[in-house]
């Protein structure tokens, strides 16, 4: 099976600042993996997929880089509704996994 | 306007069975693969089943191979998921969500339902 760890588990930021999420894949996945964003008692929305792509309607604040087994979620100027947590999900293969989560939380 | 609505979460006791549904609306069911994904609370998101759009292809997580069921029919817009043997752990939101190929096999999960709560308590 295929690990995803997520780095911060926990990440304190203000509005402005610029945000980095790492996901290290345990194997090489490609270019199969996903960001979400869940808030509290929400269903997680989907940000980025394909490593880099942009999903429709998602603020280009939000970016997608890497391949392989290092990936990395950025936030370029926090915004007040994104204090939320992060997942990364591969789709290399089965079973699909999660990486634990980053709560990003107001400084 | 794609629609996912789970239903048929509750409290069950160890041991017990439950069936959730999820019914979609919105796109053409028959062409997208679906998925249930879980969460416990205050805990990450955990994958559970994936089905695909015939149902001729199905996967699960170990957790819950050989307890849990996917399935779906197409004629009906619906996913299911037939759990038996629960335990305390298997305690969760579970979501359906919808699988979406972007090219030959790099896909995604684009729309999630609002979840349904399964408690699994004596």
């Known amino acids: 099976d295929i690990q995803l760890t997520q780095s911060p588990s926990f990440l304190s930021a203000s509005v402005g600042d610029r945000v980095t999420i790492t996901c290290r894949a345990s194997q090489g996945i490609s270019s199969y993996l996903a960001w979400y964003q869940q808030k509290p008692g929400k269903a997680p929305k989907l940000l980025i997929y394909?490593?880099?792509t942009l999903q429709s309607g998602v603020p280009s604040r939000f970016s997608g880089s890497g391949s392989g087994t290092e990936f990395t979620l950025t936030i370029s100027s926090l915004q007040p509704e994104d204090f939320a947590t992060y997942y990364c999900q591969q789709f290399n293969s089965f079973p699909l996994t999660f990486g634990g989560g980053t709560k990003v939380e107001i400084k | 306007e794609v629609q996912l609505v789970e239903s048929g979460g509750g409290l069950v006791k160890p041991g017990g069975s439950l069936r959730l549904s999820c019914a979609a609306s919105?796109?053409?069911?028959?062409?997208?693969?679906m998925n249930w994904v879980r969460q416990a609370p205050g805990k990450g998101l955990e994958w559970v089943s994936s089905i695909s759009s015939s149902g001729s292809y199905i996967y699960y997580a170990d957790s819950v191979k050989g307890r849990f069921t996917i399935s779906r029919d197409n004629a009906k817009n619906s996913l299911y998921l037939q759990m038996n043997s629960l335990r305390a752990e298997d305690t969760a939101v579970y979501y359906c969500?919808?699988?979406?190929?972007?090219?030959?096999?790099?896909?995604?999960?684009?729309?999630w339902g609002q979840g349904t709560l399964v408690t699994v308590s004596s």
């Open positions: 919105g796109f053409t069911f028959n062409s997208n693969s």
């Open positions: 394909a490593a880099s």
């Open positions: 969500a919808r699988t979406y190929y972007y090219d030959s096999s790099g896909r995604n999960f684009d729309y």
